[in-house]
């Protein structure tokens, strides 16, 4: 089956860092686009970083010169380094193959008539809390 798992969030004080992993198994990792997605309470999901099958990277503005994505295809994993977090920054991160995925308001999930449903390639989040 699919599965994508987060790891590493937790609480760190502003400046600090953090380093999350994912671990995917179930799919042709090496050839899937992995990326980093967050969604703060009250906001809706959007993409922090993405890194291509062939390492090509991508950072929203926000993130850039702070964070950065990497993968060991070896291992399966997708990593994300999070430096200078600042509160901002506070949210539950979620990893996704983004080449295999649909973005909508609410990571990981689609609304369909009105409900909503987990969709695959997409892990279950880890919450990381930055405190100012």
């Known amino acids: 089956e699919v599965q994508v798992a987060e790891s590493g969030g937790g609480s760190v004080q502003a400046g600090g860092s953090l380093r999350l992993s994912c671990t995917a198994s179930?799919?042709?990792?090496?050839?899937?686009?992995m990326g980093w997605y967050r969604q703060a309470p009250g906001d809706n999901c959007e993409l922090v970083t993405s890194?291509?099958?062939?390492?090509?990277?991508y950072y929203r503005d926000s993130v850039k010169g702070r964070f950065t994505i990497s993968r060991d295809n070896a291992k399966s994993t997708v990593y994300l380094q999070m430096n200078s977090l600042k509160a901002e920054d506070t949210a539950v991160y979620y990893c996704?193959?983004?080449?295999?995925?649909?973005?909508?308001?609410?990571?990981?999930?689609?609304?369909?008539?009105?409900?909503?449903?987990?969709?695959?390639?997409w892990g279950e989040g880890t919450l990381v809390t930055v405190s100012s």
């Open positions: 996704a193959a983004v080449s295999l995925v649909q973005m909508g308001r609410r990571c990981g999930q689609t609304l369909v008539g009105g409900v909503w449903y987990s969709m695959p390639y």
């Open positions: 890194i291509s099958s062939d390492g090509t990277t």
């Open positions: 179930g799919f042709s990792f090496d050839e899937s686009d």
